[in-house]
């Protein structure tokens, strides 16, 4: 069974950074698709980035050259180092991890019933 718990989150001036990680049950990572996501108030989910259990990273347009994910499979955890950060990345995050069959549509809003979410940090960001 799939755990995820996030954390990290926290309040930054824009342009600062903040780094998200997420503990994950022991097996999440063989044979998962792990992702980032986001939920803005009054907004829909939306990816923000994905990494294959194959090394592959996907990332939203609006996070690219600014966030990194990645993973210590030492840790079990998995990362989202955000810098340069902007307003409007002001959301609660959410870790999750889905079959990596899924990964090459990780950002589809139709397959989110197939991820399974951690609990979710608040990153809060002001101008």
């Known amino acids: 069974q799939v755990q995820l718990v996030e954390s990290g989150g926290g309040s930054v001036q824009a342009g600062g950074s903040l780094r998200l990680s997420c503990a994950a049950s022991i097996y999440t990572y063989k044979g998962y698709c792990m992702g980032w996501f986001r939920r803005a108030r009054g907004k829909e989910r939306e990816g923000v980035a994905a990494l294959d259990s194959d090394g592959g990273t996907r990332y939203a347009d609006s996070v690219k050259g600014r966030f990194t994910i990645s993973q210590d499979n030492a840790k079990n955890t998995l990362y989202l180092q955000m810098n340069n950060l902007k307003p409007e990345d002001t959301a609660m995050y959410y870790c999750?991890?889905?079959?990596?069959?899924?990964?090459?549509?990780?950002?589809?809003?139709?397959?989110?019933?197939?991820?399974?979410w951690g609990q979710g940090t608040q990153v809060t960001v002001s101008s």
């Open positions: 999750a991890a889905v079959p990596r069959s899924y990964c090459g549509s990780w950002y589809d809003p139709r397959l989110f019933p197939a991820w399974r």
